[in-house]
């Protein structure tokens, strides 16, 4: 029988060190990966923009340049005809390999070709790069968001955050919430009651969690609890884990009304007397309506004393679709760039 190993008595501290370290090893790897491929096919880009410029290329030798490639790198994926014009237009459009003031380099391939080929104006295309870098979307994340133009949506709900949380508390839960929210995916009209809406949220529950955003851990439906011996039932329960609080959701199916702000401040107590652990930040409540009059909002939530925002949902698309370039799209490229990055990790597991 073999004698059981005595380890040293901070082995597993030790391990758990050389874990983070290895791990951090990789991630900047990846990371050196990926900006030598951006500064490579930036300077390819420009050197195709100089000589047609220079010598009149067209598009044929585009295609012979990228047939030549294929040959000299058959392992490299990036080199079709479409990937070509991709680097041209990004050394056209980003001739510092910057996207306003975020560098190029610290986002995938994939994610600077939807930036380019979805977004005309430079302002909002920055906006975007900054926050999937920041947030670190992948590029479904970040597709999804540039369709449902998010940034004309975020931070938009009406709230009292700043009266009742801490300054950064606020700032980030304002930031957090948006309005309005798009359930268009539940495939559901106007006409729908509040508890169909709410099964169609749970049924597609990775969609809805998409949309609310980042942070968003489901805790529960008709969520329980019991106040002097009278049974409540909160419709949906979250835990945010960058606001480090619950989230109680409500949701109405018609016009918001001030009684409602009533309903969910209790809520609102209650999960904080019951739930909310000591080292929780406040209970923060959304009040989720398919319409709502700003000032009447503004007025309900005047002399209420737990932070609540109010947003409008709506179950059918009404923003308008970006305008798309003339450009190929993204989803034209995908199987001919697939596998291009077999050194890099997983970009839509990001």
Not at 157 to 174: T, V, W
Request: glycine share 6%; aromatic share 10%; net charge negative.
């Amino acid at each position: 029988m073999l004698a059981q190993l005595t380890l040293p008595t901070d082995y597993g501290h030790w391990l758990k060190s050389l874990k983070s370290r290895i791990s951090t090893a990789r991630q900047r790897a990846a990371l050196t990966v990926n900006q030598e491929l951006i500064q490579l096919y930036h300077s390819i880009g420009k050197d195709i923009l100089q000589r047609q410029a220079n010598e009149g290329w067209g598009a044929k030798v585009i295609e012979r340049l990228s047939r030549d490639l294929g040959e000299a790198f058959p392992d490299m994926k990036g080199f079709s005809t479409r990937n070509l014009k991709y680097m041209k237009f990004f050394a056209e459009t980003c001739p510092n390999s910057e996207i306003g003031q975020q560098a190029a380099a610290q986002l995938p391939w994939f994610h600077i070709v939807s930036l380019l080929t979805k977004i005309d104006d430079p302002i909002v295309r920055e906006w975007y790069a900054e926050h999937a870098v920041a947030e670190g979307w992948s590029r479904p994340t970040l597709d999804s968001h540039i369709r449902s133009q998010f940034h004309l949506r975020r931070g938009n709900a009406i709230n009292n955050f700043e009266r009742h949380l801490p300054a950064p508390q606020a700032k980030l839960a304002m930031a957090v919430l948006k309005d309005p929210y798009l359930f268009d995916f539940i495939g559901l009209g106007d006409e729908a009651h509040e508890n169909d809406i709410e099964n169609a949220l749970i049924r597609h529950i990775m969609r809805f969690l998409l949309e609310l955003g980042a942070g968003f851990a489901f805790l529960g439906r008709q969520f329980r609890i019991e106040v002097g011996g009278d049974e409540f039932f909160i419709d949906l329960l979250f835990y945010h884990t960058r606001l480090k609080c619950h989230v109680v959701v409500e949701l109405k199916a018609g016009e918001f009304k001030p009684e409602h702000t009533g309903k969910i401040n209790f809520y609102l107590a209650a999960v904080d007397a019951q739930i909310k652990a000591a080292d929780d930040k406040p209970t923060i409540g959304l009040l989720l309506c398919k319409k709502k009059n700003h000032l009447v909002a503004e007025y309900a939530l005047s002399g209420i004393e737990k932070p609540i925002g109010i947003s409008e949902y709506q179950l059918l698309r009404a923003l308008p679709k970006p305008l798309d370039t003339s450009l190929p799209s993204i989803e034209e490229i995908e199987a001919e760039l697939k596998g291009y990055a077999s050194g890099l990790p997983d970009d839509d597991s990001a």
